[in-house]
């Protein structure tokens, strides 16, 4: 019996206990060091996690009538509408540059758009008079 003689039952002690211990710390040791220096984006879980939407029904958009001003007619609200542009204060405050983009993607004149929205800026306001002023 080899593990008799002498020193050789320390060394089975040593091989017990190292089996025991280390190899365990050290594949937990392996992991920890693999993933801390994974980038974060793989660190996370992939599972995706959905969240309901509310089935509440959005409020109806206010659309402001665009053909009050002058130089817009239907083809011209629609294609502001089509835009996502509903109110006098949106047309007034968006820029230039945007507005005339949308004029020429859809074949529609924008030498006017300056003049529209400083309509739009006084109908937001509210000032019903000035905006009659300036539209003769």
């Known amino acids: 019996m080899f593990f ?7 060394s089975i002690a040593r091989w017990f206990w190292f089996t025991l211990i280390g190899v365990p710390l050290g594949l937990m040791t392996w992991w920890f060091l693999r993933w ?6 793989e660190r ?3 599972v995706v996690i959905e969240v309901p939407r509310s089935e509440a029904k959005r409020p109806p958009i206010k ?5 009050k001003l002058k130089g817009i007619g239907p083809k011209g609200a629609a294609v ?8 006098f204060e949106q047309l007034g405050l968006m ?14 004149p924008s030498t006017g758009a300056a003049f529209w929205q ?3 800026r006084l109908a937001a306001a509210e000032e019903w008079k000035l905006l009659e002023k300036l539209q003769k």
């Not at 502001?80 to 109110?87: E, F, G, K, N, P």
Request: net charge positive.
């Open 4 to 10: 008799l003689f002498g020193k050789s039952e320390r």
């Open 36 to 41: 801390f220096f994974l980038p974060s984006y």
């Open 44 to 46: 996370t879980s992939a």
């Open 63 to 67: 659309k402001d009538d665009f053909k």
């Open 80 to 87: 502001l509408y089509q835009a996502r542009v509903y109110s």
């Open 95 to 108: 820029k230039l540059e945007n507005l005339e983009r949308i004029l020429k993607s859809n074949n529609l």
């Open 118 to 120: 400083k309509q739009a």
